[in-house]
């Protein structure tokens, strides 16, 4: 039985979802709460391998749509039963840097896949696994360019996709907020590391005034 609480972040390229989750790890571990970082895809080896075919051509040639659908589907199905699930029946809280609503906003609202046939294919790898709070790190797609550019490593297949494909994941983004106002909390990720941090930290407190209070 579940009985830790499942927080996922989601966002453009560079919104800081790593920063921020491990700011958040450390806030809630002073808390005395354990905690689980994943990340999508990936975070088994199952879907390391999947991390590896969807973003660096592993298998010399780029999968197509529907293929990066079902891998990015195979990837979290591998993570949910492995990794989410059992760490949140023991009591751990888990932090997913990405979850189903990435698939939501890459493959929905910027590829154009239907949102339903997204959602069905979703219900089956998760096996109806939903966050408990959904953290939106909001930002542009200028600056996100510029947060990628400043990094050392070249971007990946999706990264490198257009300015309006890179809107639209945004603007998903901003819709599924929109859509799923209990479980959606949206944060302005242009602010500094120390803002967006304490932002974070206020809205824990507040939907989990049990758990955490300091
Ligand atoms: N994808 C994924 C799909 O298409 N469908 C799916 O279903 C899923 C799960 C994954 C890619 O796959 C796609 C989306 C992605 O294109 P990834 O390599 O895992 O890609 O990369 P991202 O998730 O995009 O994460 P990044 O590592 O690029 O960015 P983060 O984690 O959001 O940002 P972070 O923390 O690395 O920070 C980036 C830079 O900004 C600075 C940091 O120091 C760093 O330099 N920074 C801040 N600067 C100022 N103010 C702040 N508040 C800052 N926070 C961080």
Redesign the pocket.
């Given at each position: 039985m579940k009985k830790g609480i499942f927080i996922s972040f989601e966002?453009p390229?560079?919104?800081?979802?790593?920063?921020?989750i491990r700011d958040l790890e450390r806030f809630l571990e002073n808390n005395g709460i354990k905690t689980l970082r994943t990340?999508?895809?990936g975070g088994t080896r199952l879907g390391e391998v999947v991390r590896d075919l969807?973003?660096n051509n592993l298998a010399g040639e780029a999968p197509s749509s529907r293929a990066e659908v079902m891998l990015?589907a195979a990837s979290r199905a591998q993570l949910c039963e492995n990794v989410i699930r059992p760490a949140l029946d023991e009591g751990t809280w888990v932090l997913a840097?990405?979850?189903a609503d990435?698939?939501y906003a890459?493959?929905g609202y910027a590829r154009g896949f239907n949102l339903a046939d997204l959602k069905e294919i979703t219900r089956f790898a998760t096996g109806s696994l939903v966050p408990d709070l959904t953290i939106l790190?909001d930002l542009p797609p200028e600056a996100s360019r510029q947060?990628?550019a400043?990094?050392a490593n070249a971007p990946?297949r999706?990264?490198s996709e257009g300015e309006e494909f890179h809107l639209k994941v945004r603007n998903g983004f901003l819709e599924l907020a929109r859509d799923n106002p209990e479980r959606y909390a949206v944060i302005d990720?242009r602010?500094?590391?120390e803002a967006?941090s304490a932002l974070i930290e206020a809205e824990i407190k507040a939907r989990f005034p049990n758990q955490v209070r300091s």
């Open positions: 966002g390229e560079g919104g800081g979802k790593s920063t921020h990340r999508e895809p969807l973003q990015f840097d990405r979850y990435s698939t890459y493959q790190l947060r990628l400043a990094r990946d999706i990264e990720a602010d500094s590391r967006v």
